[in-house]
């Protein structure tokens, strides 16, 4: 009988596989409603995420929608994580399907199966979960019996190399959509898997792949991709959750049974960023910028600390310290706090935003989480190419400020093979790094840290470098070693960076197009899982696969784009204008040579014309709303 639970078949390999805790959930928070909570109009979702539990289950945007979906009451939602190959091994052998850590149900038995991307270096995980729960790899062998798999997440703006694999892609913001989806199938999967299929790629922000031909030109590049059925849209435009009050998720934050990467609830205080960083696709895929109020945000901590129990409180956005009323938030969250020592924490910081207020009232609790800043580039060069208009002073005044007001370790995070990216740039890193510790010392009287860390750059679809050449890994790997070499022996300063490989692998995932599944495919039956962690990663795996292929990675990765370039996500609309994008790219590299223009903050300047808005009927949400959160007694 459909969902059934599979624990029996499942214990007895459990004690057999390294953290088996990670597979029973029960976690505070989950829930598990029946099977046929709707009756026959019961929707059954399951979420996954595709990496191990450790990683997926903090995951924000799993949590919100799994209460999303639960709250209504004909909707049912469970969800999967990827298992590690030892437990994998094991589920082959003695025929245990994928499952659900909530219902312990056969991932094959739901309606639905969502995927959320977090980075493409998931993709070979999707095809083990697909093929554990004998769903037909390729969307086109599914039938009536297969869930219907929607991909969601950043990486989902451009799903082109998944599209053999997936049945439709959510674009954007996932709170509504995911239950326009749910009723969508519910209308119409009586008239059978093709037409709901059909259903979905006319409904608004969904992506259907089989729905579009892709036609190439001579030389390899595409010539257009064309809708192949009537009333189904040219360009796909994204969700967009216009007013965050409305939707304060999660209201019970899960608590994991398991050590996880972040022991910590959190709270998104807003959501978008519009400090034009060329090199981000978070920042230009989730504008516009729309602020969650102090009052939602004060509300949603005490609501959430009282279901979870949680110690630290991280204010989750791309760059918290720019929400404009971030003074009160933080000052008046430690009024409440400061006696039971719940601790503040702003996961990311922008080294022009942090202030002393800021400092010392994230310090309040006695406790000092970490601090990192994100420079970016080694030279004010390099930094205005990428239009991350920090200088050398305000970094130093920063981290001064932190190490003043007690932090004795800083991290800094850099990237390395930008666009116009020289030597010299990337020695500029060193030098900045002991700039930063010799003032550092000098303001708190005492020995500091600061540990440097450095990721490739990887140009990403719907953003100003989407057109560029990615350096070479061989030029990143020469790069960081004379990086390193220049740090030398300075016990003050941890270096952390990862080899170029990964990266190129991660490139030709992001900008790839439809025939780079079969890459996908070919690493996966050639044992390819978990590529996002190094002891699993292999690169000779790659390139071995996708020469035997027929790609060309260096085509995907090192070569740069022209204008008329049809590129492989141009279908698919994340709001920018494509015209605003190349004019921004061209001031990238005329900035390299002293001119081109910055973009400023259009949250603190007139509109640019990026193309967001005009698409959302919609004035940028934000405050100061000059309200207060009242006391709260007792805490
Ligand atoms: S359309 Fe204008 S206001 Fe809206 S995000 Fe773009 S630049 Fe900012």
């Known amino acids: 009988m459909a969902g059934q639970s599979v624990y029996a078949a499942l214990e007895p390999l459990l004690p057999r596989v390294t953290k088996p805790i990670q597979y029973v959930g029960g976690e505070l928070n989950a829930q598990t409603k029946p099977w046929d909570c709707g009756g026959d109009d019961t929707v059954r979702w399951a979420l996954l995420y595709p990496d191990a539990y450790e990683v997926g289950l903090p995951n924000q945007g799993l949590q919100i929608l799994y209460e999303v979906l639960n709250e209504d009451p004909r909707t049912l939602a469970e969800r999967t994580y990827s298992v590690w190959p030892d437990l994998e091994a094991l589920m082959r052998e003695a025929g245990v399907p994928q499952f659900t850590v909530d219902g312990h149900r056969p991932v094959g038995d739901f309606d639905l199966l969502g995927v959320s991307f977090a980075t493409e270096l998931g993709y070979t995980n999707l095809l083990s979960a697909l ?18 798999v929607v991909a969601g997440g950043h990486a989902a703006f451009n799903p082109e190399p998944v599209a053999d694999f997936i049945d439709a892609a959510a674009l954007g913001d996932g709170e509504q959509a995911v239950k326009t989806i749910t009723e969508v199938v519910r209308a119409h999967r009586h008239l059978g898997r093709e037409a709901t299929l059909t259903a979905l790629a006319k409904t608004p922000g969904v992506y259907v792949p089989s729905r579009y031909d892709v036609e190439y030109l001579p030389d390899g590049r595409i010539r257009r991709v064309v809708p192949n059925r009537e009333g189904v849209p040219w360009r796909v435009a994204k969700n967009t959750v216009t007013d965050l009050d409305e939707w304060p998720y999660p209201k019970q934050p899960l608590v994991p049974l398991a050590e996880t990467v972040h022991e910590r609830m959190s709270v998104e205080i807003f959501r978008g960023c519009t400090r034009g960083c060329r090199f981000c696709q978070a920042g230009m895929i989730t504008r516009p910028v729309r602020e969650r109020s102090l009052q939602t945000v004060g509300k949603m901590v005490a609501d959430g600390l009282a279901k979870t129990g949680f110690s630290e409180v991280g204010l989750l956005s791309l760059s918290s310290a720019d929400h404009s009323e971030i003074d009160q938030i933080a000052t008046q969250l430690a009024d409440r706090y400061e006696e039971s020592k719940t601790s503040l924490s702003l996961p990311s910081t922008r080294v022009d935003a942090f202030n002393v207020t800021l400092a010392n009232e994230l310090s309040r609790s006695g406790r000092r989480s970490g601090l990192t800043f994100a420079p970016e580039g080694g030279s004010e060069r390099l930094r205005r190419v990428i239009n991350k208009q920090v200088s050398e002073e305000d970094l130093i005044r920063t981290t001064t400020t932190a190490y003043g007001a007690g932090w004795q370790q800083v991290k800094l995070y850099f990237m390395c093979g930008l666009p116009t990216e020289t030597d010299e740039d990337v020695l500029g890193i060193a030098a900045m790094a002991k700039e930063v510790i010799r003032q550092g010392r000098e303001a708190a009287g005492r020995p500091v840290r600061v540990t440097v860390s450095i990721g490739g750059f990887v140009p990403k679809p719907h953003t100003p470098f989407q ?69 699993h990663f292999s690169y000779d795996r790659w390139m071995t696969q996708a020469a035997a292929v027929g790609i060309d990675v260096a085509w995907y990765t090192t070569r740069e784009r022209g204008e008329t370039e049809v590129l492989p996500w141009d279908h698919l609309d994340a709001g920018l204008d494509k015209d605003w994008l190349w004019a921004d790219w061209q001031d990238a590299l005329a900035a390299a040579e002293g001119g081109g223009d910055g973009v400023e903050d259009c949250r603190w300047t007139p509109c640019f014309d990026c193309g967001v808005c005009p698409g959302l009927d919609l004035e940028i949400e934000q405050g100061p709303t000059g309200r207060q959160l009242l006391p709260l007694s007792p805490v």
């Not at 004998?134 to 297969?146: G, M, N, Q, V």
């Not at 900008?511 to 962690?533: P, S």
């Open 467 to 535: 057109w560029a050449a990615q350096a070479d890994p061989d030029v990143i790997d020469a790069r960081l070693a004379m990086l390193r070499q220049s740090v030398g022996r300075d016990k003050a300063i941890g270096f952390r960076y990862h080899d170029g490989k990964p990266g190129q692998v991660e490139g030709l995932l992001a900008r790839g197009d439809r025939r780079v599944g079969a890459v996908i495919e070919a690493v996966w039956r050639d044992g390819g899982r978990f590529d996002g962690w190094s002891e």
């Open 131 to 148: 093929d554990l729960a004998a769903i037909p790899l390729h969307s086109a062998d599914r039938t009536e019996a297969h869930p219907i």
